[in-house]
């Protein structure tokens, strides 16, 4: 049986535009609050390949959504490289200790060493392959090794990047050194997931917006690249989806074989779609608070479905649902997306 969203991804007709919500899986659900509570904790439940392909399920029969994403996270990628990963409640993520000396990247873990730690996240993916009806997919996922060095260089979120600027411009070939250990570990990593099971990749570039617009292929977008080139090599029935956060100064650069472009909300959809149109399909890009009215939601969804005649489209959102979202907004939200592209 083939799947909506695959299809869609490779711009075959489909009877309607499939959508799906980044961070579907997660705190707006009570249903994923009590098996959170189960776990103990977030770290716990990522590490519990049943529990994990439980709430990775939820958001499909709650929702609606006609594709599910893998329930993990990007940060397990250097949890596994030998960097201790923390959450702190309230806060976020926490690396104690940060990269800062090229000695602390030489002793991470690197290759098909670290990718074959994440055990468990592979085991998710075949137990999700029983699981999930055959129509729906599985979008499985990795951050971009820029993003990822954020975490690993300011040890936590940060508004301001100071610490991985300081290095792009003091020692760039330090940060490169990072970005390219990194990014070994991720193709194996997302290869082992497709193996797994998964039907899509999707890379997300948080933090993409942090790079002034001249140095963002160098440091972020040319590694990505890499790996979706990797990825599309061995295996291209997989469609890629690319999302980098933030960059509506990078559109005309744009380049890459992969498939889908992941469209901020920040970008008007009418430019991207000028822009990148004609080689690749669009994901995106309802403005997640508009999910707080119902007909602000309508409204947006149907304006989206009007600018995006004649171009590949999957409907999302901008970037990903807060944990205040009324559920039954979100279902809304899903419906009408369902409802104004039905052909
Ligand atoms: O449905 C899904 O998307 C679930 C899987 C998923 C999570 N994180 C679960 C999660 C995915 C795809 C991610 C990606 C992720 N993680 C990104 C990229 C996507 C984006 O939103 O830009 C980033 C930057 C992270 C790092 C991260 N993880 C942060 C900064 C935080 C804390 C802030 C926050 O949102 O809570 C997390 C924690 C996290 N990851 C939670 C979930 C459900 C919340 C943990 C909890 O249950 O308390």
Known sequence: MS??????????????????????????????LKVRAEAGNFLNLCHNPKKAAEVTIQPLDIVGVDAAILFSDILVIPNEMGMHLEFIKGEG???????????????????????????YVFETIELLKQQLPEDKALIGFTGAPWTLATYMIEGQGTKTYNICKKMMYSNPALLHKILRKVTEVVKLYMEKQIQAGIDVVQIFDSWAAAIEPGLYDEFSWSYMVEI?????????HIPIIMFPKGIPAFLDKVYGNFDVFGVDWGTPMSLAKEKLGDRYVLQGNMEPC????????????????????????????GHGILPDV?????????KECQRVSKK
């Open 228 to 236: 979706a080139e990797y990825l599309k090599e061995k295996y291209p």
């Open 326 to 334: 009324p559920v039954e907004n979100a279902i809304h939200f899903v």
């Open 93 to 119: 993520p926490l690396f104690r200790d940060p990269i800062k000396t090229e000695a602390q990247i030489d002793a991470l873990i690197g290759g098909d060493e670290a990718a074959s730690k994440l055990t």
């Open 3 to 32: 799947k909506i969203f695959v299809d869609a991804c490779f711009r075959k007709e489909t009877p309607y535009t499939p959508v799906w919500m980044m961070r579907q899986a997660g705190r707006y659900l009570p249903q994923y």
């Open 290 to 317: 508009r999910l707080y009215s119902k007909e602000e939601t309508t409204k947006c969804v149907e304006k989206i479905q009007e600018t995006m005649q004649g171009v590949g489209h999957i409907f999302n959102l």
